[in-house]
């Protein structure tokens, strides 16, 4: 079974630049959540797809945007970058339905380092 | 709004002792889940034992195990027979049933050959 994995692993950008991050979940997860975590804490939910629609969203502006395709991967894209961008980008799957391994339980990826300058 | 408290910032011990890590959150709703991740430097954010609001039983994981305050809202996770693998960001995380993760601010541990 392939775990959940993100492209790339890391990114430099500069100031007012455009980047897409990119997510493959797990085989089976219908759902993805895209988190920032931000050096040295804990990270902050940005927002979460499910079946290719937005579930809900952070306290993040609309330069933070995501799609989720039809294979459930899924992209998180930000505009205008600025330096407080920098940090670590973490995506996570979750299979359908609740309980053990269901839906509450989210399976994370590896992340993307994303440097801005 | 849901918080999350970590309260040591970094713990260390000797490999082979038991650890206790501190988690309280705050929370209005009845019904949620609590979750320990670890983050070891390679930046792999791995589950290690998941907590139901409504049982009352702690889980348990191998040497990994948990005590459920619900009244207190307390979450601690407990390390038995520490390893040198162990040595990883522990983060306490809450989440409701928009199943979004509210993270603590983690505690580094050390295992200490």
């Known amino acids: 079974e392939t775990g959940v994995t993100q492209s790339p692993t890391h990114l430099i950008k500069t100031r007012g630049q455009q980047v897409t991050l990119r997510c493959s979940s797990q085989s089976g997860h219908n759902t993805v959540s895209w988190y920032q975590q931000a050096l040295g804490q804990g990270p902050q939910f940005i927002f979460q797809y499910y079946r290719e629609e937005e579930n809900g969203r952070g306290n993040f502006p609309p330069r933070f945007s995501g799609l989720q395709f039809p294979n459930y991967s899924s992209e998180l894209n930000v505009n205008a970058l600025e330096l407080d961008d920098s940090a670590l980008y973490l995506c996570?799957?979750?299979?359908?339905?609740?309980?053990?391994?269901?839906?509450?339980?989210?399976?994370f990826g590896p992340g993307t380092r994303l440097t801005v300058l | 709004a849901q918080t999350v408290t970590q309260s040591q910032p970094e713990m260390s011990v000797q490999e082979a002792e038991t650890v206790t890590l501190s988690c309280t959150y705050d929370?209005?709703?009845?019904?949620?889940?609590l979750f320990w991740y670890k983050q070891p430097p390679s930046r792999q954010m791995i589950l290690v034992i998941r907590?139901?609001?409504?049982k009352q039983q702690n889980a348990t994981e191998n040497r990994f195990s948990v005590n459920f305050q619900k009244a207190a809202k307390s979450f601690s996770l407990k390390i038995s027979d520490s390893q040198l693998g162990d040595t990883a960001m522990y983060f306490c995380?809450?989440?409701?049933?928009?199943?979004?993760?509210?993270w603590g601010a983690g505690t580094k541990l050390i295992i200490k050959p």
């Open positions: 996570a799957s979750s299979p359908t339905g609740t309980g053990e391994g269901g839906t509450d339980t989210q399976y």
């Open positions: 929370t209005s709703e009845s019904n949620y889940y």
């Open positions: 995380a809450f989440m409701k049933h928009d199943y979004q993760l509210i």
């Open positions: 907590q139901e609001a409504y």
